[in-house]
């Protein structure tokens, strides 16, 4: 790949997810103070001492936000991969085996997709213990839906070209179909949305968290924190708007970065064979 050819717009988003990852992975090393320590007045402005000022309990805003980007990250990319490993699996099978599997599948992915998103996930998590893994698996399996769709769209599309219909002459089992013809030729479309699920799991996650029943305190979350300040908009103070700058900037750059994949597998190709 010649970097030259990389767009301005792929750079910023690269540099914009880099940034956010080095923070998520370098946060208790980089932040100036702890997660959760009290350092000054209540919703000090930003200075010297705090560069984004303080929260509502007088913690350093920039040490909350890059200790909430690991929160945010970690939980909305293993939501995003739990999601696409069962989507895509029952997808492709659904499209491969076809019959009474593909209706059965499809109709119970039906049934999951006609309940509201956020009143399913409310109504599990206000029920079930607040565990972190447990709000894992169910954003990961209300995104599983629309992954399933998708998944099985574009196999219905793959499984009918001359490739697939070789490698049954051939004699290849289903699994094979599924990850050596198919999975390869599906990924352009897939890689796209696996960037707006992981966009939406953020999202997603940043909601739960404003309504209570995402990440709890005192651990940090960038929709936590907006929550925690959202009073503060009544009196000019920007603390709230800060973690929601970092929530819309990681999406943007995550899009970005998309959009210039698309463009460079935006085609299908060819069965990969026996290789």
Do not use: H
Not at 42 to 56: E, I, R, S, Y
Not at 91 to 100: D, H, I, L, S, Y
Not at 139 to 161: E, W
Not at 253 to 273: A, E, H, I, Q, T
């Amino acid at each position: 790949m010649n970097l030259r050819t990389i767009p301005a717009s792929a750079w910023i988003g690269w540099i914009g997810i880099l940034l956010a990852l080095a923070c998520a992975i370098f946060g208790p090393w980089i932040a100036p103070y702890g997660e959760t320590d009290v350092v000054g007045a209540v919703w000090l402005p930003a200075g010297a001492d705090f560069l984004l000022g303080t929260d509502n309990l007088g913690r350093d805003l920039l040490s909350r936000l890059i200790y909430g980007s690991r929160t945010t990250i970690f939980v909305a990319l293993a939501a995003s991969i739990l999601a696409f490993s069962l989507g895509m699996v029952l997808g492709f099978t659904a499209a491969v085996v076809g019959g009474v599997v593909d209706q059965f599948l499809s109709r119970c992915n039906d049934l999951m997709m006609a309940i509201p998103t956020l009143i399913f996930a409310l109504v599990v998590l206000a029920v079930l213990p607040q565990n972190l893994w447990i709000l894992i698996g169910v954003m990961a399996m209300l995104d599983s839906t629309r992954v399933f769709r998708i998944g099985r769209a574009v196999a219905l599309d793959v499984a009918v070209m001359d490739f697939v219909e070789a490698a049954r002459l051939r004699g290849e089992g289903r699994r094979w179909i599924i990850f050596r013809e198919i999975l390869p030729n599906t990924l352009s479309p897939l890689l796209a949305e696996f960037g707006l699920r992981f966009v939406f799991s953020i999202l997603f996650l940043s909601t739960l968290s404003f309504l209570g029943l995402g990440i709890q305190p005192p651990a940090a979350d960038w929709g936590g924190m907006v929550k925690d300040n959202k009073d503060g908009i009544l009196f000019g103070v920007p603390a709230a708007l800060i973690p929601g700058v970092a929530i819309a900037g990681l999406a943007v750059c995550v899009n970005l970065v998309v959009d210039w994949l698309m463009k460079r597998s935006s085609s299908l190709r060819g069965g990969r064979g026996d290789g």
